[in-house]
């Protein structure tokens, strides 16, 4: 997931963000697939870009969105999910 994503990058998915660009329009922007801008904007939730890459850093090579693997069960997005889905 980490390829190439730098703290100027991500500084520019939080500010387009922020400016209530839509997310197709943002990974069109910086180069992305909607899928690697939309997990970086979960790791930026209430954090720096710099804390937001050393996390990514981390993510697993192989689960490099979320469609790649299914949320955890107790995270809030595996509870959103199945107290909406039927």
Same mark, same amino acid.
């Given at each position: 997931?980490?390829r190439d994503?730098t703290?100027?990058?991500l500084? @520019? ?5 922020a400016?209530?660009?839509? *997310?197709?329009?943002? @990974?069109e922007?910086?180069?992305r697939s ?6 970086? *904007?979960?790791y *930026?939730?209430?954090r720096?870009p710099?804390?937001?890459?050393c996390?990514?850093a981390?993510? %697993? !090579?192989? @689960?490099?969105?979320p469609?790649?693997?299914?949320p955890? !069960?107790?995270? %809030? *997005? ?7 889905? %039927?």
């Amino acid at each position: 997931m980490n390829r190439d994503w730098t703290i100027a990058g991500l500084a @520019a998915v939080y500010a387009l963000s922020a400016a209530s660009v839509s *997310l197709g329009d943002i @990974a069109e922007a910086v180069g992305r697939s909607r899928g690697e801008v939309d997990l970086a *904007l979960w790791y *930026l939730i209430g954090r720096t870009p710099e804390q937001a890459l050393c996390l990514l850093a981390r993510e %697993p !090579k192989a @689960a490099s969105t979320p469609t790649d693997r299914p949320p955890a !069960k107790n995270s %809030p *997005l595996g509870r959103f999910i199945r107290e909406t889905l %039927p």
